[in-house]
Every structure is written in C-alpha cells, then in structure tokens.
C-alpha cells in the first residue's frame, strides 16, 4: 500500500481522527490520556495508534517510562497539496475576481 493510501485508510476512521484532534489540541500525550476519551479498551486504542503510526500521521518517542504520541501534520499537508489545493485554487482566484469586479461597480 503506498503512502497515499495508509493515510486516506487512517483519515477514514472517526476514531482515529478524534486521536487526531486531541494530539492537534495538546501534543506529546500518554496512551492513557489518549484512551480516557474512548469507551474502548487500550488494547483497541493502541491498535488505532499503531495504524496511525504506519500512516506517519503519529510520531512516538519514549521519555523515561512512558511513551508519548506526537501528531505530524505532514502527511496531511502531503494530501492538501495533491488532491485538494490543486482544485481550489481556480475556484478562489474567480471567487475573488468576482469580489474584485463587484466591489468596483458600486
């Protein structure tokens, strides 16, 4: 599977987006801080993580005795740049065009 595909396959869980979402708010998090917000067990969590890991997405460095996760947005801003921004791109300069053209007919 190329680096594409782990991403969009890790990105399609709401679970592991909600990981996501709590790195995003505070990173460098515990397996135990993480998995307080899921009625799962640790087990499913770390299973989650390991997958976001292979994905690139988490980043986890040992610190004395525990381990911590670290969200790395790259892969993310990876995807933005090929599949999204790409398209957007002719949509906001016309947008803005338009803005311009009408904000000089007044």
Do not use: C, Q
């Not at 592991?16 to 307080?36: A, I, K, P, Q, V």
């Not at 790409?86 to 311009?100: D, G, I, M, N, R």
């Amino acid at each position: 599977m190329n680096d594409d595909a782990l991403v969009f396959k890790a990105l399609a869980d709401p679970t592991r987006r909600l990981l996501l979402d709590r790195l995003f708010e505070r990173d460098g998090r515990t397996l135990t801080e993480l998995e307080s917000a899921f009625e799962m067990t640790r087990f499913g969590v770390m299973k989650h993580l390991r997958l976001l890991e292979d994905a690139g997405l988490v980043v986890a460095r040992k610190s004395g005795r525990v381990k911590l996760h670290y969200l790395n947005p790259v892969p993310i801003r990876l995807i933005h740049d090929r599949w999204i921004d790409k398209y957007t791109e002719p949509h906001v300069s016309a947008l803005a065009e338009l803005k311009k053209e009408l904000e000089n007919e007044r």
